[in-house]
């Protein structure tokens, strides 16, 4: 894969993940307004099921793009110590979807939701309310990132004159 | 990527590991969740013995029979929506359901106080059981109408439903849905 291609892949992952993020943050501020046992709650939950492992598998890719065409500093104005720390909240923001989407899947798996082995009973409760505090975390842990990415950004305006909207690298 | 790492200033990693400890601990601050659940919270013998020597009536009889459809309708909605009590959003009420986020109130009146299996209840609440609390309609509606005031520090991270007969529906719906 040369750098161009590998350069404008990553791109393309960083905008599809974007996308995905806002269409399940979305999802996830719904869901809790449903009731539980309504139609309309199961399309909601099956959605998040499917767009959870889309953006797992979308935050993958970039993490493995990200290794070997790690983002570049391109703004002159912006000192590299600066950058260098934007550059971790965004590469942990990723992690963080990853890890999101595992304590998804084990979430639903200890919930019978999924099944990996047909006719298998998964149901424990134990760990569906441990990963479902992982779940949790996690999800606080991104939206947390996001702001102090956003907060950072800002703060290099003010100081450094360098405007970026960037949050997604 | 590896010098990525090892040129990555300590105190930048250092922000991480703080801002992941702050997401740690916010699901317990704002819905009360746990990481983990207590199998068996209390031996069913010592749960019989809590309400042995109380003269408690079936509360499950006490359900009108002159409730219409629309009765119905309204108390399903109460503990079900966002607007009512929102309890369903945490609570099952079905025999055959498990504990979710919060215990199943499947007859749960004349039952103690925090004697759930697989939930992990505050030591509030268990303090509140030894101290003979029963769920009865009055307890009940005396804790949802403020359930930090009624119960401190205890885990259920919601305001309390300040209409009386929102919170009278809701009693009758545990009672419905139990009988």
Redesign the interface.
């Known amino acids: 894969m040369d750098n161009q291609f590998g350069q404008r892949l990553s791109s393309l992952t960083s905008w599809l993940v974007l996308i995905l993020f806002v269409i399940v943050f979305f999802n996830m501020s719904e869901t809790p307004r449903v009731p539980t046992e309504s139609p309309e709650r199961e399309i909601l939950r099956s959605f998040h099921l499917v767009m959870g492992s889309l953006l797992l598998v979308f935050s993958s890719l970039r993490v493995y793009l990200w290794m070997y065409f790690p983002p570049q500093n391109t703004q002159r104005l912006l000192p590299d110590q600066a950058y260098t720390q934007i550059h971790i909240l965004q590469f942990m923001l990723y992690i963080s979807f990853i890890a999101q989407g595992l304590s998804g899947i084990f979430t639903a798996w200890s919930d019978g939701l999924i099944q990996f082995l047909p006719g298998t009973d998964t149901v424990n409760h134990s760990l569906w309310v441990t990963f479902g505090y992982l779940h949790s975390v996690f999800a606080f842990f991104y939206l947390i990132l996001i702001f102090f990415i956003l907060l950072f950004r800002i703060y290099h305006l003010l100081k450094y004159r360098v405007i970026s909207i960037n949050i997604f690298a | 990527?590896r010098n990525?790492f090892i040129?990555?200033?300590a105190t930048?990693?250092l922000?991480?590991v703080i801002?992941?400890a702050?997401?740690?601990y916010?699901?317990y601050l704002i819905?009360g969740?746990?990481?983990?659940?207590t199998?068996v919270n209390l031996p069913e013998d010592k749960i019989e013995n809590l309400v042995k020597d109380l003269d408690l009536p079936n509360y499950y009889d006490l359900y009108s029979d002159q409730a219409t459809a629309e009765d119905k309708l309204l108390e399903k909605q109460a503990f079900?929506?966002?607007e009512g009590g929102k309890c369903?959003?945490c609570h099952?009420l079905r025999e055959d359901d498990?504990?979710r986020?919060a215990p199943s109130l499947y007859r749960i009146l004349g039952k103690p106080a925090a004697v759930g299996e697989?939930f992990t209840y505050s030591k509030s609440l268990i303090e509140m059981r030894n101290n003979g609390l029963i769920w009865t309609p009055e307890t009940i509606d005396a804790f949802i109408s403020d359930p930090e005031n009624y119960i401190p520090a205890n885990r259920m991270r919601v305001e309390g439903i300040k209409d009386p007969e929102t919170r009278q529906l809701i009693i009758n719906y545990l009672i419905r849905e139990s009988q």
């Open positions: 990527m990525y040129n990555a200033r930048h990693w922000l991480v801002l992941f702050i997401a740690c916010l699901p819905f969740a746990f990481p983990f659940s199998t079900d929506s966002w369903r959003f099952s498990r504990a986020m697989n």
